[in-house]
T-cell receptor, first 113, second 114 residues
Framework: DGGITQSPKYLFRKEGQNVTLSCEQN?????MYWYRQDPGQGLRLIYY???????QKGDIAEGYSVSREKKESFPLTVTSAQKNPTAFYLC????????????FGPGTRLTVL | GNSVTQMEGPVTLSEESFLTINCTYT??????LFWYVQYPGEGLQLLLK?????DKGSNKGFEATYRKETTSFHLEKGSVQVSDSAVYFC?????????????FGTGTRLLVSP
């Protein structure tokens, strides 16, 4: 079955540590996205990538980094510079030119202790 | 900038009740409008969409009509089920930066009791 996988589902880290969240898709989509979801704030775009080896900052990119070395993979690193990293992180993908119809993964809940 | 405003939740209903979740938007031009649903512990799924004024999107008994005159896209269902309990997000497509992206509302939680 085609889809998007995110791992792990729950992640705990100590303050000051970098952590990388995985996102893999086998939908053959060119575009991929990372969102952050906080209670009462909906989804906010962190980074997006329209094609391999290219990515752009979204609305809240500070304290995060990404890479896009393969079409299938778009990992997100939450760095120690992110002041409030505890959140639910969602990865999504879409066909080229079809950013309005995005397919979402199940999400990773990151808790920084 | 473009934005979406949804009614605050939670919305609590009994099974077989009528559902309305309000959504209004602010946008330049004529965006496409969407409703996404998030079931507990899962990612978002596209529920329905409308791409131009007066279009009606529908799926799984849910409907929403693109109203340009009132800048609204309210979600309705005639008879809700317990399985409809979820968080519902209204969204619009934003082309203002040259890249097409989605702008989401804050979400409305629906709780349906037997």
């Amino acid at each position: 079955d085609g889809g998007i996988t995110q791992s792990p589902k729950y992640l705990f880290r100590k303050e000051g540590q970098n952590v990388t969240l995985s996102c893999e898709q086998n939908l053959n989509h060119d575009a991929m996205y990372w969102y952050r979801q906080d209670p009462g704030q909906g989804l906010r775009l962190i980074y997006y990538s329209q094609i391999v080896n290219d990515f752009q900052k979204g609305d809240i990119a500070e304290g995060y980094s990404v890479s896009r070395e393969k079409k299938e993979s778009f990992p997100l690193t939450v760095t120690s510079a992110q002041k409030n990293p505890t959140a639910f992180y969602l990865c999504a993908s879409s066909m080229p030119g079809k950013a309005d119809t995005q397919y979402f993964g199940p999400g990773t809940r990151l808790t920084v202790l | 900038g473009n934005s979406v405003t949804q009614m605050e939740g939670p919305v609590t209903l009994s099974e077989e009740s009528f559902l309305t979740i309000n959504c209004t938007y602010t946008a330049t031009g004529y965006p496409s409008l969407f409703w996404y649903v998030q079931y507990p512990g899962e990612g978002l799924q596209l529920l329905l969409k409308a791409t131009k004024a007066d279009d009606k999107g529908s799926n799984k008994g849910f409907e929403a009509t693109y109203r340009k005159e009132t800048t609204s896209f309210h979600l309705e269902k005639g008879s809700v089920q317990v399985s409809d309990s979820a968080v519902y997000f209204c969204a619009l497509s934003d082309h203002s930066t040259g890249f097409q992206k989605l702008v989401f509302g804050t979400g409305t939680r629906l709780l349906v009791s037997p």
